[in-house]
């Protein structure tokens, strides 16, 4: 497996000190924002990659983490350090639009059913007498 690496600062990189993960050179949560930008210039052609690359460490970060405490993680905390700002830029913004078409939808009354109307008939429609 790879190790978690990140920028280059003089001859030192930015990599995660496990089972804390904190980063050797500047001691930040890792990943360090050296670090972020390291990962995001050596996977500029394959963001989904580092997306998964990234899901990878945040799942052994969970196990490390388990180990050391009692109390597990928060997820929302350990996805938005680990994976959340990979997403490009502008995609919070379309997150949140279509948040609120779910919700919308979510909110809004289904539409009434009519009793004994077939598709294609408009209701009120009878069949001829025949």
């Excluded at 924002?33 to 052609?45: D, F, G, M, N, S």
């Excluded at 949140?96 to 009354?109: E, I, K, N």
Aim: aromatic residues 6%.
């Amino acid at each position: 497996m790879r190790t978690p690496e990140g920028a280059v600062t003089g001859t030192r990189r930015h990599v995660a000190a496990r089972p804390a993960w904190r980063c050797r050179v500047c001691a930040a949560p890792w990943p360090c924002q050296p670090a972020k930008l390291a990962l995001r210039v050596e996977y500029a052609h394959d963001p989904v990659g580092l997306s998964v690359y990234l899901c990878v460490l945040l799942h052994e970060a969970a196990g490390d983490w388990l180990r050391l405490r009692p109390q597990p993680p928060d997820p929302a905390e350990l996805f938005a350090r680990f994976v959340a700002w990979t997403r490009p830029v502008g995609a919070d913004a379309e997150r949140g639009r279509v948040d609120r078409l779910l919700d919308r939808a979510a909110t809004a009354a289904p539409p009434p059913r009519s009793r004994g109307v077939r598709p294609g008939r408009a209701p009120g429609h009878r069949r001829p007498a025949g």
